[in-house]
């Protein structure tokens, strides 16, 4: 089983659709959670971090289950703009510490 | 405020060369994190480097190697290069290990080609 799992899409949406990813990860014993949001050929850039209650910030909204070992992350009225790659990222101690990521869900948001 | 800085952004070598690849936190910043990003695929973590001790090390061979020097500068050093060693090499910024609420900050990268 890989330690972090993402469904690599792509999810094709209009504009102004919901959109919702999960992520699931192997070591229950991980403390830190997050989204990142990868452009073509760029960088990976922090969208969030997700926290045990759960957070928003504007249009997106990440949520831990730790009891079933996964993240989510709802993006509402798509715009153009948010067509990426959503990578989630989760901490592992095994070996030393890292944060390991997923291989990425690719979003496209059509007009 | 300077963000990641990483040196130099394109390289291309050959096979069985050496490379040293160069990376710069953000000042305040004192763990650095070496991944390896091919098409397709999310970073895979290299090492991770922290107050100058190596804190983690991922599923890469000995030819991959790493130091941080006293300014929490980095360097990833990868000898006898195979063609599978092209990749997006990316430097990540924490202020800690964990990377807690604010996660990491990565550098643009640096493109290697093995031809």
């Known amino acids: 089983r890989k330690e972090v799992e993402q469904d690599p899409g792509p999810f094709n949406v209009p504009e102004g659709a919901t959109v919702a990813f999960n992520c699931t990860y192997s070591?229950?014993?991980?403390?830190?959670f997050f989204w990142y949001r990868q452009d073509c050929r760029k960088e990976p850039k922090l969208l969030m971090s997700v926290y045990s209650s759960g957070n928003e910030d504007g249009r997106f909204t990440a949520q831990l289950n730790r009891a079933s070992q996964y993240i989510s992350l709802l993006i509402r009225d798509s715009k153009l703009s948010d067509s990426a790659t959503y990578l989630c990222a989760v901490n592992m101690m095994e070996y030393g510490n890292k944060l390991v990521f997923g291989a990425g869900t690719i979003l496209r948001v059509k007009s | 405020d300077a963000g990641v800085t990483q040196s130099p952004t394109h390289l291309i070598k050959t096979r069985g060369q050496h490379v040293t690849l160069r990376c710069s936190p953000i000042s305040g910043h004192k763990s650095v994190s070496w991944y390896q990003q091919v098409l397709g695929q999310g970073p895979q973590f290299i090492f991770q480097?922290?107050?100058?001790?190596?804190?983690g090390r991922g599923n890469f061979p000995d030819r991959f190697s790493a130091r941080q020097f006293p300014n929490y500068s980095s360097e990833l050093n990868v000898n006898a290069l195979l063609l599978g060693d092209s990749a997006l090499y990316l430097c990540a910024s924490s202020p800690t290990p964990l990377g807690q609420g604010a996660g990491y900050t990565f550098g643009s990268g640096t493109r290697l080609t093995v031809v």
């Open positions: 070591n229950s014993a991980s403390q830190s």
């Open positions: 480097y922290y107050e100058k001790e190596e804190r």
